[in-house]
């Protein structure tokens, strides 16, 4: 077997296994009458299986409600797993008995860096019963591609692990949230921009829906960043 094959063959279990971990946690959650919300690699995993074996990842993203946080974190416990480093953004826990470990966010990131915050990104979601053994709250197409590029921009791109660039591109070649696909660049002109932050934005070169560019910006972009 070549090494890509190999590869592609390790992504696509680790997926499968990310994707009923979700799947079990989700379920356990409505039976206790609260939605989640997956993020970045399991949630693009249950949308578009394409990425299947080619998407890899090495724990599975939640978002939840500050009111259901306690409750959340009783299924994580009756589900075998524990507390193990936590931030302000949220905890994560691992179990024995899954490779993969939970990353449970009560915020997209720590010490409210982004203007993102759980209620709207909830209230602009959809409940969606479809992706999952449970109703999920599917994160709107804006609000995922704000998140991804924060994630990015946090990074700057040094991090071996980080898929958020990734990510987006597969996202802009599927034409997600436009009826085009997206071209964004920063507004400095560079197509690989180093700017410390603070000293660049990022905007649609897309003239087919300057209000949602232009909504973008203002509500879920960082204020570091955001012009």
Same mark, same amino acid.
């Given at each position: 077997?070549?090494? @890509?094959?190999? *590869?592609? &063959?390790?992504? /696509?279990?680790?997926?499968?296994? %990310?994707? =009923?971990?979700?799947?079990?946690?989700?379920?356990?959650?409505?039976?206790?009458?609260?939605?989640?919300?997956?993020?970045?690699?399991?949630?693009?995993?249950?949308?578009?299986?394409?990425?299947?074996?080619?998407?890899?990842? @090495?724990?599975? *993203?939640? &978002?939840?409600? /500050?009111?259901?946080?306690?409750? %959340?974190? =009783?299924?994580?416990?009756?589900?075998?797993?524990?507390?193990?480093?936590?931030?302000?953004?949220?905890?994560?826990?691992?179990?024995?008995?899954w490779p993969l470990s939970i990353d449970l966010?009560?915020?997209?990131?720590?010490?409210?860096?982004?203007?993102?915050?759980?209620?709207?990104?909830?209230?602009?979601?959809?409940?969606?019963?479809?992706?999952?053994?449970?109703?999920?709250?599917?994160?709107?197409?804006?609000?995922?591609?704000?998140?991804?590029?924060?994630?990015?921009?946090?990074?700057?791109?040094?991090?071996?692990?980080?898929?958020s660039l990734d990510d987006l591109q597969w996202l802009?070649?599927?034409?997600?949230?436009?009826?085009?696909?997206?071209?964004?660049?920063?507004?400095?002109?560079?197509?690989?921009?180093?700017?410390?932050?603070?000293?660049?934005?990022?905007?649609?070169?897309?003239?087919?829906?300057?209000?949602?560019?232009?909504?973008?910006?203002?509500?879920?972009?960082?204020?570091?960043?955001?012009?």
């Open positions: 077997m070549s090494d @890509v094959a190999h *590869d592609r &063959l390790r992504s /696509a279990v680790v997926g499968e296994l %990310a994707l =009923r971990l979700a799947n079990q946690v989700i379920e356990a959650g409505a039976a206790r009458g609260i939605v989640l919300m997956p993020l970045k690699g399991v949630l693009l995993l249950a949308r578009w299986p394409a990425l299947r074996g080619r998407r890899t990842l @090495v724990d599975v *993203d939640l &978002l939840v409600r /500050a009111s259901d946080e306690a409750t %959340a974190v =009783r299924v994580l416990r009756e589900l075998g797993f524990d507390a193990t480093v936590g931030s302000s953004a949220g905890m994560a826990f691992a179990n024995e008995a966010h009560r915020e997209l990131f720590p010490h409210g860096l982004f203007r993102a915050s759980t209620d709207g990104v909830f209230s602009r979601a959809e409940l969606d019963t479809s992706l999952f053994s449970g109703p999920v709250a599917r994160m709107s197409n804006e609000d995922l591609f704000a998140h991804l590029i924060g994630h990015f921009v946090k990074g700057r791109g040094r991090f071996a692990e980080d898929k802009l070649k599927q034409g997600v949230g436009s009826r085009t696909p997206l071209d964004w660049e920063p507004t400095c002109g560079r197509s690989a921009c180093n700017a410390p932050p603070g000293m660049c934005s990022v905007t649609s070169r897309s003239e087919t829906s300057p209000s949602q560019s232009r909504r973008f910006a203002r509500s879920s972009f960082p204020a570091r960043i955001a012009s």
